[in-house]
DNA sequence: GGCAGTTTCAAACGCTTATTTGAAATAATT
DNA sequence: AATTATTTCAAATAAGCGTTTGAAACTGCC
């Protein structure tokens, strides 16, 4: 028995439970059980699971941002540079195995799960963050565009670590060779070449609506 | 009360709340009811949810190659021009609404839920295509490249479109504006757009791999 | 030590949902 | 028309799971 509250050893027993298999696939009993608590404890202690999911999202949020600190904003740096710590920062985490690298399998599984909390943390935690990028990238870009072409540059640039944590996650069914990215691996290379795609990508667009 | 058989009234009811709201989400009795069928019927006909769920997979992804058929490989246009052709296809799929746009939905629930047909869908619908990416890729690239780095870019490249996807199907509480991808608008440019990021980052990959 | 407040506990409750059942209705076959 | 096979139906079953409950154990305070 740890020496914690039972508060934080829930929080900390859910974190990579709910990680893995997302809300719904997600029992209190295998909480409690892995928190060493009783089947009750959720209850009592958060009122009911979808607390407890709230305050697991707010414990790794900010452990992923605490490991991994960018700027708040591109005005500093400058767009280009900006995007490109985004960029690292985001792919860093993703294949970090501490508690930091549970937030974006986190993220990942709420993609696509509409929890009772997910309006409230969509609004709490991804949105203020894609509209910085959005930011970035506009200045990026830095020329007239189109609302709709902008909103969709940025789901492009971010798409591309979104997908690759969401092709990672999934590590053990993939036909390819994507589970080769561990500890085991230099994976500098590997966010170099990310990063080169990411931005070419950016590139490409910008010349285009050049001409 | 339709003079379909009562299998393919399941079907093709079943598809797009399947589509809507992932297998897990789904109840039986919901699909009954849309099909004008009685409770009992997914049983009787498919023998479990499950197999109602393998069929639907059946039928919309061949919907959806229907729709958009594309070169078996890129052997004879090419590797760039096989990539652009997949990539349209995949978008248009994405953005077109009658049962073919269902398929991504569902490739996109199924993403991130461990349904008990997943491993077998996978490996079936899912994989074959990836392979074949991946060789264009190759071919694309055109030199020497380390296999992890090889599926990293086939990662790349995929989640150009897969993230386009899940960025789409949330529109409702997306923070930007993708919702305004309609059939309302002109979506050329668009699919133009996400064509020259893709294309470019793979380019600027191979330029960097020169170096 | 005694007492009030807090936390833990095992059992039970209530709800949802996939599946089964056995009879009734319908269709096919002779 | 009669018999058999197939399909439909409403009700029942069974299992999973979040939550509640009320008693027991524990803690801090006088």
Chains 1, 2 share one sequence.
């Not at 893995?20 to 209190?28: D, H, L, N, P």
């Not at 990026?140 to 798409?159: P, R």
Request: hydrophobic residues 40%; neutral net charge.
């Amino acid at each position: 028995m740890s020496t914690q509250k039972t508060t934080d050893r829930l929080i900390a027993a859910a974190a990579p439970i709910f990680a893995e298999k997302g809300y719904r696939e997600t029992t209190v009993a295998e909480i409690c059980e892995a928190a060493d608590a009783n089947i009750a404890a959720v209850n009592y202690h958060f009122g009911d699971k979808a607390n407890l999911y709230a305050e697991v999202w707010k414990f790794l949020t900010a452990a992923a941002k605490a490991a991994f600190p960018i700027p708040e904003n591109h005005l500093e740096v400058g767009a280009e540079q900006w995007l490109r710590l985004f960029l690292r920062s985001r792919l860093e985490c993703i294949f970090c195995e501490d508690t930091a690298g549970l937030c974006p399998k986190l993220i990942f599984k709420e993609m696509n799960e509409r929890t009772p909390k997910h309006e409230e943390l969509f609004l709490s935690y991804l949105k203020p963050n894609r509209i910085r990028v959005r930011n970035a990238v506009h200045d990026f870009i830095g020329q007239e565009i189109e609302e709709t072409q902008l909103d969709l540059l940025t789901q492009n640039f971010m798409g591309v670590h979104i997908s690759l944590n969401a092709g990672y996650q999934k590590h053990k069914n993939d036909p390819l060779h994507l589970h080769k990215f561990s500890k085991f691996q230099n994976i500098r290379p590997l966010i170099d070449q990310v990063e080169t795609f990411a931005l070419g990508g950016l590139k490409e667009v910008r010349k285009s609506l050049n001409s």
